[in-house]
């Protein structure tokens, strides 16, 4: 038995709560608050209690991430280091030197490079032949929706002038017809990754256990995985009979809607599957869906056209009718569905379907899940709440940065462009807000994303006051969207011992920070120390009870703030 009394600081016990001076952990699970805790600590035998002297730092339930990428961050590593090159030779130069290092491989595959290093982000196979001919290349670019190949990876896959552009996927060409080497959509990558050899699954759980570093480094103890695969089951479940899994995670099965239908009863069997192992770090209760694409290339879907003119309204990837009938087929089948949702009109197809679904199939427990919400229309704001969707947001992109400035505010015009994420007015409904990060597309450190909640500011200050101030979330309240809203995304109240809050019977999922991040400047945010993760009173960062592989080549924390591509 394991007894930890945390004191000489503030304990924030969450969202609705208050502060106490003390906290005592039995066992993993909060045994008492405040002057119980106290007193039943001063009761106890000299040397029964741990003791930890928080310094007067902040001991606050631990912070979720509701939409991430962890596998996607986690194999960063084991690649090239594109992501830190600012040009395209430095990427072509560091796969020369990947590639030399690593004779033994038979594809090089990294990412994630920065598409606005080539015009219109079209990249030549004829580049990444100068690095390597001999072997296939498929690089990532930050947006996980684009790849560049070289030739040899092009010749694999068959693809040349007479290859027809597949459903849901984009090949551009060069003027006399044959392929660029730049491949857009699922559609367009999966010529590729059809003929690339499996992942080892050996591989994958490294992939895990560095991601795991990385988010139990910045408090972070559960993670929604919002893209997955088949063969990414497998490489959760391998991890969890390993004991290898970091921390929380559960899975958010990827609904291709090319074949919905025929995949969703594997979906079934994958759930059951991961119930199956019993891990109680490890869930696959959600299907995610894409409804559009982005503002920033246009293929976000919106109610009136793009001010450019040049795409309309964008894409709809599914259309309204489709997409109802998978998310009834989805919710009918008990999963949680989380949806994609960038433009005006994509949030809304999402809400239609969400209510048609809930009007077929009854009610019951089903905690809908849109995500990103970019533009939200008036007449819909109240629609979230109504009909118990929780809006899943990513704060850090809500700051007038270069990739609003120059890509968002011309093609959204400058009215339309200030009503993006309501966070404040959408919560204000009664909706429920909860945050992520969609890393590693943007930094997975909650610390940057409530800097921009609590300030709607760049880095530099920028503008004076915030942008669109009405929409700034007090920290309060933006704590809380990363801790009990993503707890109640999770379903954490139906655990044994739920987390999300400081409370007796919970889970002692916490994160010791040097400073009460409420009387912290938001700028300053970022700075503010992280101490001590614990998941279920085990303390995560010292000592890690699961070793840090030994690295392939870079680390992944090194992200930069916002991408200029497409967000998974």
């Known amino acids: 038995m394991t007894t930890t009394f945390f004191h000489g600081g503030t304990v924030w016990t969450g969202a609705g709560g208050g502060d106490a001076r003390a906290l005592l952990v039995r066992d993993g699970v909060v045994e008492a608050v405040g002057a119980a805790a106290e007193a039943a600590a001063s009761a106890a035998p000299i040397g029964v209690i741990e003791t930890v002297d928080l310094q007067g730092g902040f001991l606050m339930p631990s912070f979720g991430d509701g939409h991430a990428h962890p596998m996607f ?238 795409h ?54 089903r905690r809908p899940v849109i995500a990103h919400a970019q533009l939200v229309d008036d007449a819909d704001l109240a629609r979230f709440a109504a009909l118990g969707v929780i809006a899943n947001m990513q704060p850090l992109w809500a700051q007038l940065d270069a990739l609003m400035t120059v890509l968002t505010v011309p093609r959204l015009g400058p009215e339309r462009a200030d009503r993006q994420y309501r966070m404040r ?41 915030g942008w669109t101030p009405h929409e700034i979330v007090p920290m309060e309240a933006a704590l809380g969207a990363y801790t009990a809203a993503v707890a109640h995304q999770a379903f954490a109240d139906r655990a044994a011992a739920p987390w999300g809050r400081i409370v007796p019977g919970a889970s002692a999922d916490l994160v010791w920070l040097a400073r009460d991040p409420r009387t912290v400047e938001p700028h300053e945010l970022p700075a503010v120390e992280v101490r001590q993760t614990y998941l279920a009173g085990e303390a995560r960062l010292a000592a890690s009870a699961h070793p840090d592989p030994t690295p392939e080549t870079a680390d992944t924390s090194a992200e930069p703030e916002r991408s200029v591509a497409l967000r998974p």
């Open 425 to 465: 007015s959408l919560a204000g409904t009664g909706a429920t807000l909860a945050f992520g990060s969609d890393w590693p597309v943007s930094s997975g450190d909650p610390r940057d994303g409530l800097a921009i909640a609590a300030s709607r500011r760049t880095a530099d200050g920028e503008p004076a006051g």
């Open 312 to 365: 309309s309204h964008g894409m709809s990837v599914w259309g309204a009718e489709r997409l109802a009938e998978a998310v009834r087929a989805a919710d009918a089948a008990g999963f949680q569905v989380h949806v994609h949702a960038i433009g005006d009109a994509a949030v809304r197809q999402a809400l239609d379907a969400i209510e048609q679904a809930i009007e077929a199939n009854g009610p019951r427990d």
């Open 73 to 310: 961050g986690g194999l960063e590593a084991q690649g090239p280091d594109v992501r830190a090159c600012r040009s395209v030779d430095d990427i072509v130069a560091e796969v020369r030197r990947f590639a030399v290092a690593h004779p033994e491989l038979e594809w090089i595959t990294g990412a994630s490079y920065d598409g606005s290093l080539a015009e219109a982000g079209l990249f030549d196979a004829r580049w990444l032949d100068e690095a390597v001919r001999d072997r296939p290349v498929m690089l990532r670019a930050w947006d996980y929706h684009t790849v560049w190949v070289n030739s040899k990876a092009l010749e694999l896959a068959d693809i040349d002038a007479s290859t027809p552009d597949p459903e849901l996927g984009e090949i551009p060409r060069r003027d006399d017809g044959t392929p660029l080497g730049t491949l857009r959509e699922w559609g367009a990558v999966d010529l590729v990754t059809a003929v690339m050899p499996p992942r080892p699954v050996a591989s994958g759980v490294r992939a895990l256990q560095r991601a795991g570093r990385y988010y139990l480094e910045r408090g972070v103890t559960w993670v929604q995985d919002a893209w997955v695969e088949p063969a990414d089951v497998d490489v959760y479940l391998a991890a969890a009979a390993s004991g290898a899994l970091p921390l929380r995670f559960n899975l958010a099965l990827y609904a291709d809607p090319r074949h919905f239908a025929r995949d969703l009863p594997a979906m079934a069997m994958a759930r059951d599957r991961v119930v199956a192992a019993g891990s109680p770090w490890l869930t696959a209760n959600t299907i995610k869906f894409f409804a559009d694409g982005v503002v920033e290339n246009e293929t976000g879907a919106l109610l009136e056209p793009y001010c450019s003119g040049l």
